[in-house]
C-alpha cells in the first residue's frame, strides 16, 4: 500500500507519514506530482523493454526541457541489435525504437566495450550504489523514498566538477534562461517548484 492510499485509509497524513518514515513535505510533493499527471520517482524492478517504454514515457512527461537524442547502451531493453563488437545504428524495430519515433526522439547506441561513453551515468549509479550498500531498507517503497531522497540531493545541493561548481538544477535554470526555446515547462527543484 503507497503512503497515499494508506493516508486515505487513515484519513491522517502525519500518521500515515509516521508509520512509513516520511516527512509531510516530501509526502506532499508526491501527491502534488501523483496528481499532476507526473509520475514520482519510480523503482524499475527488471531491466526489460516493457520498463524501459515506461521509463522513457515518464521522463518525457516529466523532463522539463525538450528531448531530442537519448544515448542508451546496447542492452535487450533498449535494442534488437545484440552481440555485435562494433558501433552500429538501431534498426527501428525494437520497441524502445518505436516509442523514441513516436516521440520525435533520435535513439543512439553507445558503441559496445566502450563504457567510457557512459561515463557520467556509470558514475552516478556507482553513487547510487553506494546509497543502496549503505542502508537497510523495511520495503520497496522505503528504498524509492531513499533514492528519491539522494537524487534531490545530487540534483540541488552537491556542486559538480563538470558543471564548473554548479549543481545540475542551477545549470539548468541558467540553460533555460539562456535557451528558453530548448525547454517546454519551468525547471523545478523535486522538492517543490522555486525561482
Known amino acids: 500500500m ?25 509526502f506532499y ?16 524492478p527488471t531491466q526489460t523493454a516493457a520498463n524501459a517504454r515506461r521509463f522513457q514515457r515518464d521522463l518525457e512527461r516529466a523532463a522539463p526541457m ?3 537524442r537519448v544515448l542508451t547502451d ?28 513516436d516521440l520525435g526522439i533520435e535513439h543512439r547506441l553507445a558503441p559496445p566495450m566502450r563504457p567510457q561513453t557512459n561515463g ?20 520497496g517503497e522505503d528504498l524509492e523514498q531513499t533514492i528519491l531522497r539522494y537524487v534531490h540531493l545530487y540534483n540541488s545541493q552537491l556542486p559538480q566538477s563538470a558543471l564548473k561548481g554548479r549543481t545540475p538544477i542551477d545549470t539548468l535554470k541558467d540553460w533555460q534562461r539562456q535557451r528558453p526555446e530548448m ?11 522555486d525561482s
Open 2 to 26: 503507497s503512503v497515499l492510499e494508506l493516508a486515505k485509509e487513515l484519513g491522517n497524513v502525519a500518521e500515515a507519514c509516521r508509520q512509513r518514515g516520511m516527512d509531510t513535505t516530501s
Open 29 to 44: 510533493e508526491w501527491k502534488r506530482r501523483f496528481q499532476r499527471g507526473g509520475s514520482p520517482s519510480r523503482i524499475y
Open 66 to 68: 525538450k528531448i531530442t
Open 74 to 101: 546496447n542492452g535487450k531493453a533498449f535494442t534488437d541489435r545484440l552481440f555485435g563488437l562494433r558501433k552500429r545504428s538501431p534498426t527501428g524495430q525494437h520497441e524502445f525504437d518505436r516509442l523514441s519515433a
Open 120 to 139: 557520467r551515468v556509470e558514475r552516478f549509479n556507482g553513487r547510487i550504489e553506494d546509497v543502496l550498500q549503505s542502508h537497510r531498507f523495511r520495503s
Open 183 to 193: 525547454f517546454r515547462k519551468r525547471v523545478c527543484n523535486h522538492a517543490g517548484c
